[in-house]
């Protein structure tokens, strides 16, 4: 038995680290003791945690990582091999060539591969290998069963590659090289592994050395005499030198940056257990394409251990590059959370993301979280809708959310929609019922917010169904076209809150078309959120368009 080690909850970064902690130590089965503030563990167990560090990321990260790229071509040799390159096409051919250029070669002649092999020990001359193989171009009047045999010798020499990479020192080595440089790296740089002026060459041992070993020489030096405090914890240590200038966007170089801290004193320094636990803040926040999210939910450390590890289950299940993945993660751990009918309330929580090499912060009221919870299905309806301004596609389930973690309402947005609707449909991939949706998680804010009475009749549905039955009237007196220039007038009385122009427009419109004017537009008149609600659902029923959606989420035809 060893000494305890307990570890409290403290600000957003070390609670982050924290949850990277328990994560790891629970992905190796380690007896820990988690607490609704503190966790608690045997010092015993931090043996060979260098192992179980790496082992995690690899383990999580695995398919998303350049070894993973290199070996799951192993299922698509085996696919040939077995139908005896029946099916074999030119696709295929192009498919193999790309391989071979843009992953293979290029994988293994990296800088970060050719240090790996240096300390994995394999009779396999990788350079030697790479280096033979080359694309196999068809020639003129050639085809593709020319080139069977050339091919089935590329995918035996493929496989010497791909069953080195599936050994286990190759695996431990190449993905472990994949991890500092995707993963590791956006929360931590300049120590260890990471110090470009390093000298052990094996990054485990490295690790081991610079964050393990202190944390053994700490506890076993019960007797020193400590002049100063730790930073975060409080528990003495014999010096400063352990201080926060390897956290990215956090730390500081103290010894050139003095004037960062009072009278250009710095005590601002960390104990080896604090600072491991730092190290692990890449296992606790969630990192997609050099995007990252952590949600500090700082009332209970189970609580943010299980909302942040249903935000990586999310993430993980797709790679592509967008930020919409982070925050379909973010909705997807809310909605479980009010799924699990914990006894523990979900309290306001912070919103920690990651983007462009800096971190952003919002706080998620208890309301918002229930609006983002009851929103769930229609978010989900408008994932892929999009349109383009100025040559840049913007996503529209990215600009709600983005609007939301801000605390801001979607009028603005709304407004976006239909003038692009209006002004270049063909830039435009979302229907006018997803602009409902919109409207409706829009209807949701204002009322969750209190800056509107909770309505118990459907005033977007009433609204819209007015507008769409004002166009068919249109229509059927070969008007149709005036219906733009209406709808323009209309939407600029929305942005400029001028109740009269919309109501004078609207009242010519219904005089022309000879019906009476809804009733749903007196309650238009009682308040400005209700006005522009229900005048914008008003519009996007006069706008044309097809409403029917694909699968994909936008409008094929609109």
């Not at 790496?54 to 999580?60: A, R």
């Not at 229907?431 to 309505?455: A, H, P």
């Not at 039955?469 to 929305?494: F, Q, T, V």
């Not at 109740?499 to 009242?507: E, Q």
Request: aromatic residues 12%; neutral net charge.
């Amino acid at each position: 038995m060893g000494e305890k080690i307990k570890l409290e909850m403290n600000d957003w970064l070390f609670n982050a680290g924290l949850v990277g902690l328990v994560n790891i130590l629970q992905h190796a089965g380690d007896p820990i003791e988690i607490k609704d503030q503190y966790v608690e563990f045997d010092s015993v167990i931090l043996e060979g945690f260098e192992e179980k560090y790496f082992k995690y990321l690899i383990d999580k990260y695995e398919m998303s990582l350049s070894w993973y790229k290199i070996v799951s071509y192993e299922n698509t040799i085996s696919y040939f091999e077995n139908s005896n390159f029946e099916s074999f096409t030119v696709d295929h051919l192009e498919n193999l060539n790309h391989y071979i250029k843009d992953i293979a070669k290029y994988y293994f002649n990296s800088a970060s591969y050719k240090a790996a092999y240096e300390i994995i020990y394999s009779k396999v001359d990788v350079l030697s290998l790479v280096k033979k193989i080359e694309t196999i171009k068809l020639k003129k009047n050639e085809n593709v069963d020319d080139k069977i045999e050339e091919i089935k010798e590329k995918f035996t020499q493929l496989k010497v590659l791909i069953h080195y990479c599936k050994e286990y020192e190759s695996k431990k080595y190449l993905a472990g090289k994949n991890v500092i440089y995707t993963i590791v790296k956006n929360a931590w740089n300049g120590v260890s592994f990471l110090n470009s002026q390093t000298k052990e060459k094996d990054m485990y041992d490295d690790y081991n050395n610079y964050f393990i070993i202190p944390i053994k020489s700490y506890i076993d030096n019960k007797k020193a005499t400590y002049k100063y405090n730790c930073f975060v914890c409080n528990k003495g240590i014999t010096d400063l030198k352990n201080d926060l200038s390897f956290l990215n966007n956090t730390g500081f170089d103290v010894s050139r940056k003095s004037s960062h801290v009072w009278h250009f004193n710095n005590d601002v320094a960390l104990c080896p257990v604090c600072k491991l636990v730092y190290s692990c803040i890449p296992a606790g926040m969630t990192y997609v394409s050099n995007k990252g999210i952590y949600i500090n939910e700082g009332s209970r450390l189970q609580s943010a251990i299980n909302i942040n590890n249903k935000i990586k289950t999310e993430m993980l299940k797709e790679t592509q590059d967008n930020r919409s993945i982070t925050y379909r993660g973010l909705v997807y751990a809310i909605h479980e959370q009010f799924n699990d009918g914990s006894k523990y309330d979900l309290a306001d929580i912070q919103v920690v993301k990651y983007e462009e090499e800096k971190y952003r912060f919002n706080i998620l009221s208890k309301q918002m979280l229930r609006i983002i919870n009851l929103s769930k299905e229609d978010l989900n309806n408008i994932i892929n809708c999009g349109f383009t301004e100025s040559k840049m596609y913007f996503n529209v389930y990215e600009l709600v959310m983005e609007r939301i973690l801000n605390n801001q309402n979607l009028f603005t947005l709304i407004h976006k929609l239909l003038v692009c609707k209006l002004s270049n449909p063909t830039n435009c991939r979302f229907s006018m019922k997803q602009v409902q949706k919109v409207l409706t998680i829009n209807l949701r804010i204002m009322e969750g917010l209190g800056y509107m009475e909770k309505l118990e009749k459907d005033i977007i549905k009433q609204a819209n169904t007015s507008g769409y039955y004002l166009r068919e009237e249109y229509r059927g007196k070969g008007s149709k076209d005036k219906l733009n220039g209406i709808s323009y007038r209309l939407l600029n009385a929305l942005k400029t809150s001028n109740k009269n122009m919309f109501m004078d427009t609207l009242l010519n419109c219904y005089l022309y078309a000879q019906k009476t004017v809804p009733m749903i537009f007196l309650e238009a008149l009682k308040d400005d959120e209700k006005y522009k609600t229900i005048g914008y659902a008003f519009v996007t029923g006069l706008i044309e368009g097809k409403e029917t959606s694909n699968k994909n989420g936008g409008d094929k035809n609109d």
